[in-house]
């Protein structure tokens, strides 16, 4: 049973957002060095000081290590959800809501580890701050991030299409990004470099996959009374939700037409608004590629498996890239693919600076709404949509 | 019996629970053990204390007959280094919509297969191979009918 009922609806808003910049490499640098320079930067750009904030919610580092960092005085609420991101927004937007605390500094810290690139055991101190594992790594599974590797092969079954509809969002993100100066990668490729990049794990390859990366974001969320006294213009939250069905592990759920996507939406719509004729932005996740199909589906721009013929309806040669109606874009920054896997903080954060109209060379002209849809499909998809105040 | 502390130490590989490990006790007599609900008899799958469909908490693992559908594969072009681990690349994995229940289903590799035919809607049987002391459930196509 879905509820309707959306009591917090504009009355919490983003203040604020920063970043760092997202870095391909591993960097010399702590993840939470990376977190606490965002959250300076955000508190700073909304001219907020340690007194003002009372409100923790981070994925890493943990909050008392930041609220010690930081030396914030008197902290009444704080918490550390498990990613992607939008767990993250919602709680401290619930706590805010509800008065647990009025000036929330929320952030995620995005880093190289052993388990999203090997790469990263090449630092002792990223080996050293590994969980052991107490023995060899199984191959005989689908858990985790491969989930989306065997939904994959479903999708092209089930729908008779090819990987080059997948090929699409990589060219899409990696298009938007070369106007994003933080993005980790910003060289255009085009469709014969997606086919041809090294396959990883079939049916996706290196260009499917986000791209590890060193760096942060940070946001501040308040009431919308309190963000109206701030530096910034700010970004009201319509709604925000998660979702979840009953079968949810990577290879138990019901198929590609029933996942947590759906919950999402059915709650998110029902909440909002505005939806996708009233949405001037879409930011549909894309850890994978068929993340971000999906997703593009099941807002309801097309049917199932349509979702590659949909972009090449709505591609704009000029910018090599989807421009919905000649005017929507998905994903402007470039996306998890291009600028580096945020976990969604970086699709929040681009959100945030669109709808304040601070996001440079990349500025959607007029844009006053955000739909946001983070995450994957089984324990993990969210949605999140944002009005201009 | 295995003592519980040697069993964890067999699939050091896994995360054991008292909730997994007589499924895990299972593999190393060569049964797939899934959990199945004592009250209403459906299967549930990976291991868990109570039933989804009735709430009962009278969980029996029980041997599944090991055939089914591949509904799910992928080959692995890269993996890390596994003691006992046959690193021919592609390496296949499949996720088997076993017969016992629409929806039930169970991951692993495939042996004694071309990986041309390791496709989606393929019939197969379950198998066992042995990892470095590990026994480990796999798969193989089944016979076709003559
Ligand atoms: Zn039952």
Redesign the interface.
């Known amino acids: 049973m879905i509820s309707t009922h959306n009591p917090i609806k504009n009355t919490v808003a983003f203040a604020g957002a920063a970043t760092t910049g997202l870095f391909p490499k591993n960097t010399e640098r702590s993840q939470t060095s990376y977190a606490v320079e965002a959250c300076i930067s955000v508190l700073r750009q909304c001219g907020l000081g340690p007194d003002d904030v009372d409100g923790v919610c981070g994925s890493f580092p943990m909050a008392q290590r930041m609220q010690e960092t930081l030396g914030l005085t008197s902290v009444t609420w704080f918490a550390n959800p498990h990613i992607p991101f939008i767990n993250q927004v919602a709680a401290a937007t619930a706590a805010v809501s509800a008065g647990l605390c009025q000036v929330a500094l929320v952030y995620h810290g995005a880093y190289r580890l052993p388990w999203n690139t ?1 790469a990263a055991l090449r630092d002792p101190f990223r080996a050293a701050d590994a969980s052991i ?11 985790g991030a ?1 989930g989306y ?6 999708y092209l ?1 089930e729908y008779g299409v090819t990987k080059e509809d997948f090929g699409l969002i990589a060219i899409n993100d990696r298009s938007n990004a070369a106007t994003n100066p933080t993005a980790a990668m910003r060289e255009p490729i085009t469709m014969d470099d997606y086919l041809s990049a ?6 996706l390859c290196l260009l499917d996959m986000d791209i590890a990366v060193d760096g942060a974001d940070a946001f501040v969320i308040t009431t919308a009374e309190r963000a109206r006294d701030l530096a910034l213009p700010p970004v009201l939250i319509n709604a925000v939700t998660l979702g979840m069905t ?2 949810n ?1 990577e ?2 759920i ?1 198929g590609l037409r029933h996942h947590g996507q759906q919950v999402v939406i059915e709650a998110l719509r029902a909440k909002s608004d505005f939806w996708i004729d009233g949405a001037d932005i879409f930011f549909p996740y894309d850890g994978f590629t068929p993340i971000a199909l999906n997703w593009i589906e099941n807002v309801g721009y097309c049917g199932p498996g349509e979702a590659g013929d949909f972009m090449r309806q709505h591609w704009d040669p000029a910018t090599n890239s989807v421009r919905v109606n000649g005017r929507v874009p998905f994903n402007p920054h470039g996306g998890s693919l291009s600028e580096g896997a945020t976990q969604g903080s970086g699709h929040v954060r681009e959100a945030v600076h669109q709808l304040q109209g601070l996001a440079g060379d990349r500025q959607v002209a007029g844009a006053r709404t955000a739909l946001l849809t983070p995450g994957g499909f089984f324990f993990n998809a969210q949605g999140l949509t944002l009005v201009s105040a | 019996m295995i003592s519980d502390a040697d069993l964890i130490d067999r699939f050091r590989g896994h995360m054991l629970s008292r909730d997994n490990a007589a499924h895990f006790r299972g593999r190393l007599d060569h049964q797939l053990l899934i959990d199945r609900c004592a009250e209403c008899g459906v299967w549930h799958h990976p291991p868990a204390p109570a039933c989804p469909a009735c709430w009962s908490m009278s969980i029996t693992p029980t041997a599944v007959s090991g055939t089914g559908t591949i509904h799910l594969v992928i080959f692995l072009h890269q993996h890390a280094p596994i003691p006992g681990f046959d690193d021919a690349m592609p390496y296949p994995v499949v996720t088997v919509e076993l017969d016992e229940q629409p929806g039930l289903r169970f991951t692993g590799t495939m042996v004694g297969a071309a990986n041309d035919d390791v496709v989606i809607g393929r019939r197969v049987r379950l198998d066992w191979i042995d990892r470095d002391g590990e026994p480990v459930p796999a798969f193989r196509l089944a016979e076709v009918a003559a």
């Not at chain 1, 590797?149 to 479903?154: E, G, I, K």
């Not at chain 1, 090294?198 to 049916?203: D, E, S």
């Open positions: 090997s594992p107490t023995g060899p790594p199984n191959p005989d599974t689908v858990a491969i590797t065997a939904w994959a092969s479903r079954h090294r396959m990883v794990r079939w049916p009953a079968r592990s290879d138990q019901d």
